[in-house]
């Protein structure tokens, strides 16, 4: 027997604002045609003023809730992946339990930038093995429109805020690839790649810096590490390619989305593509696609998802799971 972490609820929730492309023609040497063509982005919410990553974190998770048919005080965990925490600490997840009205349990922040909510389940998947925890919201926001350089094309172009969660609930499988629930993960780092994409500040140099990125250098790493990681995934799983009915990728780049699935030898049909609409939300990007790919009627019950995402670090990483 296997306890294995299965979803029971999902949602989404994204800032009212949309600013198109064109948006950024009047004050940056862009166009509209340059971004589509380079990052298959078209539009992407901003937070309002005031807004916070823990806000819309709530939001979500409240949406998750409703779909669960759950009360916060059914979960045990929050496991909130997140580079754009509201405050240095305490953690955003512990602002979303104490919005919810959650009572018990515990709730902590997870930094893995893009790849955030890869290692968020990861984490929550491990809590309900170990049956720490037997309900956990694991969620993925993000307000990168706080760190973005407005000046800088190559880098405020792409990015979105967000925030996306799912419940997992731990049920007994049987071990095998036929169980819902995760499957499989795989994660992974390489600090030597930081200046790759880093944000210039932090709290130890008094300061919040922005977001700096050699783009042309990560996407080389990324299709070549997604495609692998989501190997290794697939085999722990002891799935086969396919047998896969959707891959969940993380959205930064439509060409990068392309790339990882023709090397996986997966057809984009089998894809779950956001990033038009959302651009790139770091670790919200994949639990957003998950909600949309669901209220689409592109993911039901029982379908075999891989989802994997890559980041600042470099860091990376895949997961397996029957929906
Ligand atoms: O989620 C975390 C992981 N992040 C990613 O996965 C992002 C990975 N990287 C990318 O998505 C792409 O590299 C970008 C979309 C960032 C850039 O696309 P690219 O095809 O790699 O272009 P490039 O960086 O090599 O730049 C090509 C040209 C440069 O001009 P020169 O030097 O050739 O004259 C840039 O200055 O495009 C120029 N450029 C722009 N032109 C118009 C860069 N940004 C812009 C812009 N509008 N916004």
Known sequence: MTRRAVVKG??????????????????LD????????????ERRHFAAEGETTS?????????????????????????????????????????VQAELGMTKGFAFDVQAVC????????????????????????IGAETFSRIMDWSDRGTCVL????????????????????????????????GRYRDLLYVDGGVSTHSTGYLRMQGNQVFRHA?????????????RAGVETDEVDWIVPHQANIRIIQGTAKKMGVPMEKVVVTVQDHGNTSAASIPLALSV????????????????????GLAWGAVVLRW
């Not at 999902?10 to 004050?27: A, C, D, M, Q, W």
């Not at 990015?159 to 995760?182: K, M, V």
């Not at 299709?223 to 085999?235: G, I, R």
């Open 159 to 190: 990015f979105g805020d967000g925030a996306g969660a799912l419940i997992l609930e731990g049920q007994d499988g049987t071990g095998t690839a036929q169980d819902r629930g995760i499957l499989s993960t795989d994660l992974n780092s390489d």
């Open 223 to 235: 299709v070549e590490k997604l495609a692998s990681t989501a190997e290794t995934a697939m085999q």
């Open 55 to 95: 806000a819309m974190a709530t939001n979500a998770a409240r949406a998750a809730l409703q779909d669960a048919g759950l009360e916060a005080d059914d979960i045990d965990a929050i496991v909130l992946a997140t580079s754009t925490a509201d405050l240095t600490f305490p953690s955003a997840a512990t602002m």
């Open 30 to 41: 862009t166009s509209d045609e340059w971004i589509r063509s380079r990052s298959g982005i």
């Open 115 to 138: 790849a955030g909510f890869v290692f968020a389940l990861s984490n929550a998947a491990a809590l309900i093995a170990s049956q720490q925890a037997n309900r956990v919201l694991v």
């Open 293 to 312: 790919g669901k209220a689409r009627g592109q993911i039901k019950q029982g379908d075999l998802i891989v989802t994997e995402a890559i980041g600042g």
């Open 10 to 27: 999902v949602g989404h929730y994204l800032p009212e604002r949309i600013v198109p492309n064109s948006e950024f023609e009047k004050t």
